[in-house]
T-cell receptor, first 114, second 114 residues
Framework: QQQVKQSPQSLIVQKGGISIINCAYENTAFDYFPWYQQFPGKGPALLIA?????SEKKEGRFTISFNKSAKQFSLHIMDSQPGDSATYFC?????????????FGQGTRLTINP | DAGVTQSPTHLIKTRGQQVTLRCSPISGHKSVSWYQQVLGQGPQFIFQYYEKEERGRGNFPDRFSARQFPNYSSELNVNALLLGDSALYLC?????????????FGPGTRLTVL
């Protein structure tokens, strides 16, 4: 019940296209859903995050869509650029009172072809 | 401004040995969390410390221990190393303990157990 399932494992998109990564969860106590971007040799960096009181959040070219009833959320990268090539992780955590425990998905290796 | 720093960058140990990894959080950050990232997988939560107190522990054996110092830096200790402990160990810091607070990750320590 603590798992976050992420798909696809790898994704190749042409420059200018839309990259879509999906995640699903089971634990209904999760109420914070961040996306992280990780480049080789670096730690993950927060890209964008959403709380379940909204169904969509947009920051620049990055959008999170959230479906509470389906327990699914996704990351959309518009106008994908070669610099977006990285590994992306969705994550989830439960409640402000609990530990700062992020449960991560398996990751998606995104390649943007020029 | 300096981000989260971790030392050493790389470490090679043999089975049965003990290892200590170090983390310095961003200045002013009081919470430190540790994660294990096995190659090709998402990070897994090990510990969270806030104001020198353990606030959360992941599903790891007692061979793993940690502590936080008065200057908020932290150490992760792993005893009786196993081959399966080979991973990237990530430290993350945040201002406060809540899961809603953004966690900033360091570049990690790559541990190889032979």
């Amino acid at each position: 019940q603590q798992q976050v399932k992420q798909s696809p494992q790898s994704l190749i998109v042409q420059k200018g296209g839309i990259s879509i990564i999906n995640c699903a969860y089971e634990n209904t106590a999760f109420d914070y859903f961040p996306w992280y971007q990780q480049f080789p040799g670096k730690g993950p960096a927060l890209l964008i995050a959403i709380r379940p009181d909204v169904s969509e959040k947009k920051e620049g070219r990055f959008t999170i869509s959230f479906n509470k009833s389906a327990k699914q959320f996704s990351l959309h990268i518009m106008d994908s650029q070669p610099g977006d090539s990285a590994t992306y992780f969705c994550a989830a955590s439960a409640g402000p009172q609990g530990a700062q425990k992020l449960v991560f998905g398996q990751g998606t290796r995104l390649t943007i072809n020029p | 401004d300096a981000g989260v720093t971790q030392s050493p960058t790389h470490l090679i140990k043999t089975r049965g040995q003990q290892v200590t990894l170090r983390c310095s959080p961003i200045s002013g950050h009081k919470s430190v969390s540790w994660y294990q990232q096995v190659l090709g997988q998402g990070p897994q939560f090990i510990f969270q410390y806030y104001e020198k107190e353990e606030r959360g522990r992941g599903n790891f054996p007692d061979r793993f221990s940690a502590r936080q110092f008065p200057n908020y830096s932290s150490e992760l200790n792993v005893n009786a190393l196993l081959l399966g402990d080979s991973a990237l160990y990530l430290c993350a810091s945040s201002l406060y303990w809540s899961s809603y607070n953004e966690q900033f990750f360091g570049p990690g320590t790559r541990l190889t157990v032979l």
